[in-house]
C-alpha cells in the first residue's frame, strides 16, 4: 500500500509531496487537467500562454526567500523585469518572481518523479481499519495516510467527517476572482510589464509578452478583476460568461488605448475560491488517529508563499 495520499498539486500539494517523498511513498490525485492549482498557466496556442492564477511572487519568509532562489538557480524560476505600473501608488519595489515557462513551473519541478493523477476527483474518502479508501473515477485505492490541501470550503464538502471543532470552527471565507484572458492580433510592444489599475472593475492587467517566454506578433494580455465586481457575477459567469467578458473588456479598453477590433481571441475564467485575507491560528493541522493532514494557503494567508509555508509546517508535525 502507497504511504501517503495527497490531494491537490497546488503549491501545498505539490511542496507535501516532494518533502514527503524523501522517506515515503506518496502519489497525487487532482481533479484539474494539470499540475499548478491557483498557480496554473493556460495554452492560447502553440508556446503562447497566459498565467491566469499566480501572477508572481514576492518571497518575504528567510526560508522561502532561499527555496526560491534555489529555484531561480535551477532556471525553473526567473525576474519578471520592466515596468510594473502602479495607479493606486502604492507599489512595492520587490523582485517579482515567474517560472520560466508559466507559473505551474513550481509544481511541475516538484512533482516531476511522483505519481501523479490528473482528471481524477476524489469524490469520497472512507477511514477503515486503519487505512483510508479514496474514491476517484469510481475506483477505489487505499492508502495509510491522506493529505487534503483544496481551498476551505472544499476540504468541509469532502472531509467533514474527519474535521475536529478546530477546523471546523475556522469558517474560512475565501473570495472569487474573475480573470479574463485577451489576445490582440498586433503586438503593441508596449514597455509595460504590468499595470495595477484605480478602477471599478478592473484591478490589474499583466503584459504576457513582457514575461519574455516568446515572441509573438500578438499581445497577450491578463486582466483580473477587483473584489467587488468578481463577488456580484462569479455564479453568473458560466451562464453569461460573452456579457461578463464584454464588461471586462470594454472597461480594459477604456483605461487603455487598446481596439478592440484588434482582439482576436478571449475567455474569462472564475476562481470561486480565490484568495483569504484573514488566515487562521494555526498553520497546518495533522490528526494523528486519522492519519489525515491539512495543508494549504488560507491558513497562513493567501500566497503562494502561505501554501509553502503551511506544507512545510505539516511535515514537521508529521515528523
Ligand atoms: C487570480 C489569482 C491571482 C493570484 N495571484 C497571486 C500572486 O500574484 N502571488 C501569489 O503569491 N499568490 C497569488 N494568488 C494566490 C495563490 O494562487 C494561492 O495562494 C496558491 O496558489 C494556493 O495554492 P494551494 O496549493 O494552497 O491551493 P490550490 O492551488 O487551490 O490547490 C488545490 C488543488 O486541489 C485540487 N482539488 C480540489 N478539490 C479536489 C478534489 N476533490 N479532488 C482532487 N483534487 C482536488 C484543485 O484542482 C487544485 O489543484 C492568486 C490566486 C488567484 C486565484
Not at 490525485?29 to 501572477?55: E, T
Given at each position: 500500500m502507497i504511504d501517503f495520499c495527497v490531494l491537490g498539486s497546488g503549491i501545498a500539494g505539490s511542496t507535501i509531496a516532494n518533502l514527503l517523498s524523501k522517506k515515503y511513498t506518496v502519489e497525487?490525485?487532482?481533479?484539474?487537467?494539470?499540475?499548478?492549482?491557483?498557480?496554473?498557466?493556460?495554452?492560447?496556442?502553440?508556446?503562447?500562454?497566459?498565467?491566469?492564477?499566480?501572477?508572481?511572487?514576492?518571497?518575504?519568509?528567510?526560508?522561502?526567500?532561499?527555496?526560491?532562489?534555489?529555484?531561480?538557480?535551477?532556471?525553473?524560476?526567473?525576474?519578471?523585469?520592466?515596468?510594473?505600473?502602479?495607479?493606486?501608488?502604492?507599489?512595492?519595489n520587490s523582485s517579482k518572481y515567474i517560472g520560466k515557462k508559466g507559473n505551474n513551473d513550481i509544481a511541475k519541478f516538484l512533482i516531476k518523479n511522483i505519481k501523479k493523477n490528473f482528471n481524477s476527483p476524489i469524490t469520497k474518502i472512507n477511514f477503515t481499519n486503519n487505512y483510508w479508501e479514496i474514491t476517484s473515477n469510481d475506483k477505489i485505492y487505499h492508502f495509510g495516510n491522506l493529505i487534503i490541501t483544496c481551498p476551505y470550503p472544499q476540504l468541509i464538502a469532502i472531509s467533514k467527517n474527519y474535521l475536529n471543532n478546530i477546523i471546523k470552527k475556522l469558517k474560512i471565507k475565501m473570495s472569487p476572482n474573475i480573470t479574463t484572458m485577451i489576445v490582440f492580433k498586433k503586438n503593441y510592444n508596449i514597455p509595460i510589464s504590468s499595470i495595477k489599475f484605480q478602477s471599478n472593475i478592473i484591478a490589474w492587467a499583466a503584459n504576457e509578452n513582457s514575461k519574455e517566454r516568446f515572441k509573438s506578433k500578438e499581445s497577450l494580455w491578463t486582466i483580473q478583476t477587483n473584489e467587488k465586481f468578481s463577488k456580484k457575477y462569479i455564479n453568473s459567469l458560466k451562464k453569461n460568461k460573452k456579457k461578463i467578458s464584454n464588461i471586462i473588456i470594454n472597461e480594459f479598453l477604456k483605461l487603455t488605448s487598446f481596439n478592440k477590433k484588434d482582439i482576436i481571441f478571449y475567455n474569462s475564467?472564475?476562481?470561486?475560491?480565490?484568495?483569504?485575507?484573514?488566515?487562521?491560528?494555526?498553520?497546518?493541522?495533522?490528526?494523528?488517529?486519522?492519519?489525515?493532514?491539512?495543508?494549504?494557503?488560507?491558513?497562513?494567508?493567501?500566497?503562494?508563499?502561505?501554501?509553502?509555508?503551511?506544507?512545510?509546517?505539516?511535515?514537521?508535525?508529521?515528523?
Open positions: 497525487i490525485f487532482d481533479k484539474a487537467r494539470g499540475p499548478g492549482g491557483r498557480s496554473s498557466n493556460r495554452r492560447y496556442k502553440k508556446n503562447l500562454s497566459f498565467d491566469h492564477g499566480v501572477q508572481y511572487i514576492s518571497p518575504k519568509d528567510k526560508l522561502f526567500k532561499k527555496f526560491v532562489l534555489n529555484l531561480k538557480k535551477k532556471n525553473v524560476l526567473k525576474i519578471w523585469g520592466g515596468n510594473h505600473i502602479d495607479l493606486n501608488l502604492k507599489s512595492g475564467h472564475g476562481w470561486k475560491y480565490s484568495y483569504n485575507l484573514s488566515g487562521s491560528p494555526i498553520k497546518s493541522y495533522w490528526n494523528k488517529k486519522f492519519k489525515m493532514g491539512i495543508c494549504a494557503d488560507w491558513f497562513i494567508g493567501s500566497k503562494v508563499e502561505s501554501s509553502w509555508l503551511s506544507a512545510n509546517d505539516l511535515l514537521k508535525k508529521i515528523k
